[in-house]
């Protein structure tokens, strides 16, 4: 890949809605107006739905008859700029050898800017048992929790997706859904520290203590509106594990970023436009994910980016097939493809996330050996070992903990 294409990927890459963006656009309602306007498990809660860790409830997803036999056709919903595409035909090369290798059409749309907002279109059929028109897509962590807890997504049938064994060890087993009979991970990140050496006097940060203490970054300094990843960092660095966390370890989280904030410590909180004032140095650091850095740095070599040695958050986007899809087992003939890991090595080397299969790293070096060699994208299994997942959130816990994090966004 050539910096040409790099570069231009890193402006694209600044001019969209933050994947990992909750809660950015509904931070001014109340908790029951964002809560409504976000369609929260808080609102109308299924029968039977909900454990507290978010974990598989007891409503069972609805199945359609399957005609994945007699319609060759999968419909697949992603969020814009994640797959991988020529840069000169605009095609989609992984999907054309796709249908080439299976006869199966897929029907690719980028319509997921948003997990709340996207909910908000597929809930009410979802809720009404009518078919969304789409056999599978990608959602964040925490909204698969919510997708599981009110009986929306269907189980995977793992005979169809034998590739499913090249799962990374430190994805098969999380909080949110165990043994992951609901979903398997599109691409991985980490959430962690970039600055800007030339607005810290050449110092580096590489801790979240430092961001939210050190005077000479005061005013400098941002974090993200994504609750998961700025409070989950902050529990890090407090010798806190968010996979298990108290409600008097969230406050103090709260606490500790609200008294940085009180004390003018910090800029504001973002999605992940966050890029240019960086690179300017109008943001000397903040909380960023990888995924924006490694662009970023294609531009600005100099920016750097730290892992907290206290421990970092991991979040994935995630294959869900919904209740009542028409082609489930088209749906899972495409996840095993892109389980393949010559497959995701192709992606990978377009999208610069993390994969979550296992041998993409030898597959990647014969492609573009830069990006195999780059830690963000190919972390070692040491780093991968001290990542950290957001513990799926009981509807209570959800309204709650929302109503505390845009009380600090907002205010």
């Known amino acids: ?223 993200l509106t994504e609750m998961r990843d700025t409070v989950g960092l902050v529990l890090l660095d407090q010798g806190k594990d968010p996979a298990s966390f108290t409600d008097a370890d969230f406050s103090a989280a709260i606490a500790m970023i609200r008294e940085a904030k009180d004390r003018g410590q910090l800029r504001g909180f973002t999605g992940n436009e966050y890029g240019k004032d960086l690179s300017s140095g109008a943001i000397a650091a903040c909380l960023a994910w990888t995924g924006d850095v490694v662009q970023l740095k294609a531009d600005n070599p100099r920016l750097g980016y730290v892992l907290p040695a206290k421990g970092f958050t991991l979040w994935s986007d995630n294959f869900v097939i919904p209740a009542l899809a028409r082609h489930k087992k088209n749906a899972e003939t495409l996840i095993n493809y892109y389980y393949d890991p010559k497959v995701m090595a192709e992606v990978v080397a377009y999208v610069n996330y993390i994969s979550p299969v296992k041998g993409t790293k030898q597959e990647l070096l014969k492609l573009d050996p830069k990006a195999a060699d780059n830690p963000l994208i190919i972390p070692s299994a040491d780093v991968l070992s001290r990542a950290k997942v957001f513990r799926g959130l009981s509807a209570a816990e959800e309204e709650k903990y929302a109503k505390a994090f845009s009380s600090l966004t907002v205010s």
């Open 1 to 223: 890949m050539n910096d040409d294409n790099l570069a231009l990927r890193a402006a694209l890459a600044r001019g969209l809605l933050s994947r990992r963006s909750a809660l950015t656009g509904a931070a001014g309602l109340g908790a029951a107006a964002l809560l409504a306007a976000c369609g929260s498990p808080g609102r109308n809660p299924p029968v039977g739905a909900g454990t507290a860790s978010g974990g598989p409830a007891g409503k069972t997803a609805a199945a359609a008859q399957d005609r994945s036999a007699s319609e060759k056709v999968v419909n697949w919903s992603n969020w814009p700029e994640y797959i991988d595409v020529d840069d000169k035909t605009k095609a989609r090369p992984s999907l054309d050898a796709f249908t080439a290798q299976t006869g199966i059409k897929v029907n690719y749309t980028e319509d997921y800017n948003d997990n709340d907002e996207f909910y908000a279109k597929v809930r009410p059929l979802l809720a009404a048992g009518r078919d969304t028109g789409r056999d599978v897509w990608c959602s964040t962590d925490w909204m698969v929790a919510r997708l599981i807890r009110q009986g929306y997504v269907q189980p995977l049938d793992r005979s169809n997706i034998p590739n499913a064994g090249n799962l990374e060890d430190s994805l098969t087993n999380v909080e949110f859904d165990p043994g992951r009979k609901y979903s398997l991970p599109w691409q991985s990140g980490f959430a962690g520290i970039a600055y800007n050496p030339d607005a810290t006097g050449g110092r580096k940060v590489e801790s979240v203590s430092q961001l939210l203490t050190d005077p000479a970054l005061k005013g400098k300094v941002t974090l």
